[in-house]
């Protein structure tokens, strides 16, 4: 047991000392039988979110509407959320109330699938109403209750299952995946923030799984581009007979977890025009750096394949555009076209990398002042001398000194 769970217990014994009840909850539990690696403990209580705060020298009222306190306790936090169920749902969003509950069962019946609806006390004992066990050892993912009213609650739980399916490699239960068919166009009206999200976790997990499941579940619209902005069909653009988006997921599956690489995968296999690709990024409200760093890569994509280019080109692109972009879009190309020497490319990036003279106008071995006192006069004349060094340095890397950086601009 690690500190992090070995703190996460002492929050459920400092609960338990003062007489309430408290369980770890939901995915912790799940992930633990799995033995995967757990990232947060959640903690249902009996105890009211005051009476968390008062027994906690260090809290966080994180989500008191909704009974959730956050506890400080040595290097981990931990959310503790007072047994509740949800009130009334408000446009299969989140709940507009919550009613807090003395009972355990009443809360783990409100949990979306039955791997997530598991409690386990200091005791070891797992509290399991809706065998979560079972479809774990059987890898199902299966609503608690009646899967359309729950989805219909919170359309948000189809793209979760989907997500939970794709990281455990898991089925969808009979029903479950009927009633995702039958609600999917509720996922029009979930925050595309919290759409984003999901997708995120699908696309650094397995991508081909998790775009076949959205395919099948005709839920894929809501996720790429809602309608009718763009039509999902590609036609076959790379000619091998493959739709395009199975080529997508097969493709990211190869490449490392890193979200902008696999954005440049995905939408290069599609081969969508820039256009759709700004609709797309935005749509999904992606941040600017997320944006600007995937739209670098695809960028450096378009300059066509790297074993083609010159020295100086590499040294330029590199300055262009970065080190990360050009990385990006070599290991892009590898594994696109050339996967057999993909750890070369790796290599040629990197050695490439470490010789590059200047990555910006701050490498350059002569700064303004330099200039100033070279007789260049201020104003946008030093800005062209500039950018004239650059580009001499660009073409013979060894030439980045002081002495013939000052000779040049005498020369200029
Ligand atoms: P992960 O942390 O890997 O995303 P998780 O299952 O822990 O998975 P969280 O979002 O951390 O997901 O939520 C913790 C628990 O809260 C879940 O296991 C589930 O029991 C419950 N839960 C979360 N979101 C929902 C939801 N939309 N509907 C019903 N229950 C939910
Ligand atoms: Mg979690």
Redesign the pocket.
């Known amino acids: 047991m690690d500190s992090f769970e070995r703190e996460a217990w002492k929050v459920v014994e400092t609960l338990e000392s003062a007489g309430y009840e408290a369980y770890l909850?939901?995915?912790?539990?799940?992930?633990r039988h799995l033995q995967r690696p757990v990232?947060?403990y959640?903690i249902t209580t009996s105890a009211l979110p005051d009476e968390v705060i008062a027994l906690f020298p260090q809290t966080v009222p994180t989500g008191i509407k909704h009974g959730t306190v956050t506890v400080l306790m040595g290097e981990g936090q931990y959310?503790v959320?007072t047994f509740r169920t949800?009130g009334e749902y408000e446009d299969g969003r989140?709940p507009a109330s919550v009613i807090f509950v003395r009972s355990l069962t009443e809360d783990?019946a409100?949990?979306?699938?039955t791997?997530?609806?598991m409690a386990l006390s200091r005791d070891g004992r797992l509290h399991d109403p809706f065998s979560g066990l079972r479809d774990l050892q059987d890898g199902v993912i299966c609503a608690?209750g009646d899967p359309l009213k729950?989805f219909e609650?919170?359309a948000?739980?189809i793209l979760?299952g989907i997500?939970?399916a794709t990281?455990l490699k898991f089925t969808i239960e009979e029903k479950t995946f009927s009633a995702i068919l039958y609600e999917a166009q509720e996922l029009g009206k979930i925050a595309r923030e919290r759409v984003r999200e999901e997708w995120h976790?699908m696309l650094l997990s397995t991508p081909s799984v998790a775009l076949d499941l959205l395919r099948r579940t005709e839920t894929l619209r809501y996720v790429i581009s809602r309608p009718p902005s763009f039509d999902l069909q590609v036609n076959d653009p790379w000619g091998r007979g493959v739709d395009p988006w199975q080529l997508a997921g097969e493709w990211a599956d190869q490449a490392p977890a890193d979200l902008p690489l696999r954005y440049g995968i995905v939408l290069t296999a599609l081969c969508l025009e820039e256009a759709r690709i700004d609709k797309v990024l935005s749509d999904l409200k992606l941040s600017g750096a997320l944006k600007s760093d995937i739209r670098r890569t695809l960028r450096v994509v378009k300059l066509g394949n790297p074993a083609d280019w010159r020295d100086t080109f590499w040294r330029q692109t590199f300055y262009q555009h970065g080190q990360d972009a050009v990385r990006r879009a070599c290991l892009l190309y590898a594994i696109l076209h050339d996967p057999e020497h993909r750890a070369e490319w790796e290599t040629e990036v990197a050695t490439r990398a470490a010789r590059q003279p200047i990555w910006s106008l701050q490498d350059l071995a002569v700064n303004g002042q330099d200039l100033l006192a070279a007789g260049i006069p201020e104003g946008p004349e030093i800005g062209r001398v500039n950018q004239r060094l650059v580009q001499w340095v660009l073409q013979n890397p060894e030439a980045n000194t002081r002495e013939d950086l000052l000779q040049k601009v005498q020369e200029l």
């Open positions: 909850v939901g995915g912790c539990v799940r992930d990232y947060d959640d959310e959320t949800d989140r783990l409100r949990r979306d699938f791997i997530n609806a608690v729950r609650e919170d948000l739980r979760r997500r939970f990281q976790k």
